[in-house]
């Protein structure tokens, strides 16, 4: 059973920066690809950002290149998600996904490829 548990989340002003964390709890992190999805009061859950096992493919939503990062830290069971350039429309609860990878440089943008997923963190973005 794998456990993810994102923290990192809250109030900050348009413009601002804040960095989720997912930590894993799990058998052999590596072995999985992983991603960030948010979902806003009355939307569906959309795709944020993914990452390959080996951490050397990654992919992002149109809405957040070039103002979000991911990364891994795999001897240390977490992803992260840098946020900088925050939009109120960034408001939303986000969530991490694991998803077992059977390729090192995999990764899924689709939320039914993941297998596991935390309960999120919420991030509001204030005008």
């Known amino acids: 059973q794998v456990q993810l548990a994102e923290s990192g989340g809250g109030l900050v002003q348009a413009g601002g920066s804040l960095k989720l964390s997912c930590a894993a709890s799990v058998g052999v992190f590596s072995n999985y690809a992983m991603g960030w999805f948010r979902q806003a009061p009355g939307k569906e859950r959309e795709f944020v950002a993914a990452?390959?096992?080996?951490?050397?493919?990654?992919d992002y939503a149109d809405s957040v290149k070039g103002r979000f990062t991911i990364s891994r830290d795999n001897a240390k069971n977490t992803v992260f998600l840098q946020m900088n350039s925050l939009k109120p429309d960034d408001t939303a609860v986000y969530y991490c996904?694991?998803?077992?990878?059977?390729?090192?440089?995999?990764?899924?943008?689709?939320?039914?490829?993941?297998?596991?997923w935390g309960q999120g963190t919420q991030v509001t973005v204030s005008s």
């Open positions: 990452i390959s096992r080996d951490a050397e493919r990654t």
């Open positions: 996904a694991a998803g077992r990878a059977y390729m090192s440089r995999y990764y899924y943008t689709g939320s039914r490829e993941y297998d596991f």
